[in-house]
């Protein structure tokens, strides 16, 4: 298990026990936080750029990354990287470098890979934007609620926070449109899929909420 912290490192936790097993350098305030089946990567919205470390934390690199990189997720053999204040989403190589630049909406800050499809959820314009992942085509744009920001995929629906609302969306990956609204806690920003359930830390309230993700 791999978890960031806002400073300048990353830790990995021994699954078994919860123990810290190791802590390894990043950027300046790590945020995003995805693995490509082999390396880890981490995105630092404060020195914009991202890291590669391998499985065993070795730095096996920094990449330049746009303003305030967020998000990151895995899909079609690449990296894609939610550029906050660039209004884009950057797709790169396994080696780091870049090779697309897509526009998405105002204050892009989640990723989520679906199938054949990367998903980012605007924060300002309360949308989340569907990609398809071997060109970066725009499949649409589809309406969420305030403050969209991490995002998750269970297999068949779509999770979105929105940190506004204080609720996580469930989202049909075919139409984009809600199918079923969950309240939270307070301030979420993040949201994560165990194999059966959905978990959604508060930030403003200091907890954590669940709900079964079918």
């Given amino acids: 298990m791999w978890l960031l912290l806002t400073g300048n490192d990353g830790r990995g936790r021994d699954t078994s026990t919860g123990a810290v097993a190791a802590t390894y350098a990043a950027g300046d305030g790590p945020g995003g936080l995805t693995s490509d089946s082999t390396n880890i990567w981490v995105a630092n919205r404060g020195s914009n750029n991202v890291t590669k470390l391998s499985g065993k934390g070795a730095n096996l690199g920094t990449f330049p990354a746009g303003n305030r990189p967020m998000g990151l997720a895995f899909a079609a053999n690449s990296i894609w990287v939610a550029s906050n204040f660039d209004r884009v989403v950057y797709r790169l190589s396994t080696a780091g470098a870049i090779v697309g630049k897509y526009a998405v909406g105002k204050g892009a800050f989640g990723v989520a890979a679906q199938g ?14 569907k990609l398809r992942a071997s060109d970066g085509f725009n499949l649409g744009t589809f309406k969420v609620g305030d403050g969209a920001a991490g995002i998750a995929f269970d297999g068949t629906n779509l999770w979105v926070v929105c940190n506004g609302d204080s609720t996580v969306l469930k989202i049909s990956p075919d139409s984009g449109s809600v199918v079923a609204t969950y309240t939270t806690g307070k301030g979420p920003f993040s949201v994560a899929f165990d194999g059966s359930k959905i978990w959604v830390p508060n930030f403003g309230s200091n907890s954590v909420s669940t709900t079964a993700a079918n």
Avoid: R
Avoid at 116 to 129: A, H, L, S
């Fill in 116 to 129: 054949e499809n990367v998903w980012i959820t605007n924060y300002f314009d309360q949308t989340v934007t």
